[in-house]
C-alpha cells in the first residue's frame, strides 16, 4: 500500500509540473543516442498569444555542449503533452488549429523519425502525462466541449 501511494503522489507531482509547461511544448532528459550524455528536448507547443500558431519543431539541448540542435519536426504542428518511455518520446493530445486532439505520436531521437500509435479514446487538451513502471498515464485535461 505505501509503494502505491508514493506512486500517486509522484504521478501528481509530475503531472503538477508537466501542467505548467504543456502550453509552451515539452522538455525534459532522454538519452538521444546509445552512449551520449543526456539531452533535453523541446517539442511543439504555441508561438504566439493568439494561440493560433502551433509548433511541430523540436530542438535538442545539449548540456555539455550548450548548443540547441533542431531534430526532425512533427508532422503537424500542436501543443501537447509529452513522456520519455523506452528511449522513446511520446507525444499525446493537445491542441492545433482543428481543435483538441486524441492522437498519439512516438519520436524516436537515434533514428530522428516520428511515427504515429493508436489514438486515444478521449481527445484531450491541457493534459499531464506520467510513467510509472513502464505503463503511461495521461491525467486530466480539457475535452474542447
Keep these: 500500500m505505501k509503494i502505491r501511494l508514493n506512486n500517486i503522489v ?10 505548467i509547461t504543456v502550453c509552451d511544448g515539452t522538455a525534459f532528459d532522454i538519452t538521444e543516442e546509445t552512449n551520449a ?16 500558431d502551433r509548433l511541430s519543431t523540436v530542438e535538442a539541448y545539449d548540456p555539455s555542449k550548450n548548443v540547441w540542435v533542431a531534430k526532425a519536426s512533427m508532422p503537424n504542428g500542436r501543443s501537447l503533452s509529452a513522456v520519455a518511455l523506452d528511449d522513446l518520446i511520446y507525444a499525446i493530445g493537445g491542441k492545433d488549429d482543428t481543435g483538441v486532439l486524441s492522437k498519439v505520436e512516438v519520436y524516436n531521437p537515434v533514428k530522428n523519425v ?3 500509435k493508436a489514438s486515444m479514446t478521449t481527445a484531450r487538451s491541457a493534459l ?3 510513467e510509472i513502471n513502464g505503463l503511461i498515464y495521461a491525467l486530466g485535461g480539457h475535452d474542447g466541449a
Aim: neutral net charge.
Design 37 to 52: 550524455s543526456s539531452k533535453i528536448f523541446s517539442i511543439g507547443g504555441v508561438a504566439s498569444t493568439t494561440e493560433t
Design 10 to 19: 509522484l504521478a501528481i507531482l509530475t503531472a503538477f509540473i508537466l501542467f
Design 128 to 130: 499531464s502525462t506520467t
Design 114 to 116: 516520428w511515427s504515429l
